[in-house]
């Protein structure tokens, strides 16, 4: 029986923090770092997870590379994924996890994952262990560590930040349907061919009587539209200059408008809101 440490990692800045953190501070222990790959990664995420294999000085194991979203799409009859039926997370996420952990359980090995909560962060929730020897640590809530410490974590190990955030506030699959509308038309703009690939889904998911497009209410072919795209646009500079505005000043920290992190909570409670844990963290 053995005592078995794992760190999931997504793509995103907190998890990749946490990985950082962890090293750091328990240099002693034996992390198993694992990333459950889609399939449907942006290229930013693999190039992201070489830099941070660099500093962890050992591999991320990709767990799930045999059954990624072409699979699990075909399995639920060409129907995407939405908030109202999320089995990409359940399917492409948490089962390969849980998957991949049964033995080490089964074996009676004692298993502790470490997730990347932060003490920002009380209103969510981790994974719920469903057994005896599997132990949930938060170690950010633990040791008070909010966003800003994230990004201290990235800048003072040389890691940074993936390079989609300068385009894009979340990690996850590229056709993530928590994903912002001006994320779409930012997709469209930096990864055409992925945009196009997102279109055919989501024409195949309607004539296979799919309920859902990828963005409620509006199908691709027509959040595209020169016309829709402007208003889109100017919608979210609306947004951001009103929330910058009532950010109060600290001359020490001072905002880089640009800069999604310092932005990314603009769209917390209504498109994007509900982006869970395991993918997006
Ligand atoms: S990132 Fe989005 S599409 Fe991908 S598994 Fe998570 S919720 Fe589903």
């Given amino acids: 029986m053995a005592e078995k440490h794992v760190l999931g990692i997504s793509g995103g800045k907190d998890s990749a923090a946490l990985a950082v953190f962890v090293r750091q501070t328990y240099p002693e222990l034996d992390v198993d770092y694992f990333f459950t790959d889609t399939g449907k990664e942006l290229p930013e995420v693999y190039e992201f997870l070489g830099m941070l294999e660099g500093y962890l000085g050992k591999p991320i194991l990709r767990l799930n590379p045999k059954r990624g979203f072409d699979f699990w799409l075909r399995e639920y009859n060409n129907f995407l994924p939405s908030a109202q039926t999320r089995w990409c997370t359940r399917k492409l996420k948490l089962a390969p996890f849980e998957q991949w952990i049964r033995p080490m359980l089964a074996a009676g090995d004692t ?13 969510r929730e981790g994974y719920i262990s ?23 974590i990235l800048d003072s190990s040389g890691v940074g930040l993936p390079k989609y955030y300068d385009w894009r506030s979340r990690s996850g699959c590229t056709f993530c349907f928590f994903q912002q509308k001006i994320e779409w038309v930012r997709l469209k703009d930096r990864h055409p061919d992925a945009f196009d690939e997102a279109k055919l889904y989501e024409k195949n998911a309607l004539e296979h009587g799919s309920p859902f497009t990828w963005t409620e209410g509006e199908p691709l072919g027509e959040l ?5 795209v402007k208003q889109i646009t100017e919608d979210y500079e609306r947004r951001k200059q009103r929330e910058l505005s ?20 603009l769209y917390g409670m209504d498109e994007g809101g509900g982006a869970c844990n395991i993918c997006h963290k």
């Fill in 111 to 123: 298993v502790t994952s470490y997730v990347a909560i932060r003490a920002d962060e009380e209103y």
């Fill in 130 to 152: 469903k057994h005896d020897n599997l132990i949930v640590k938060l170690p950010f809530r633990e040791a008070g560590i909010d966003k800003r410490g994230v990004m201290d």
């Fill in 224 to 228: 595209e539209k020169p016309e829709r």
């Fill in 246 to 265: 009532k950010r109060p000043i600290n001359p020490l920290r001072p905002v880089i408008e640009d800069r999604i992190e310092d932005i990314d909570d």
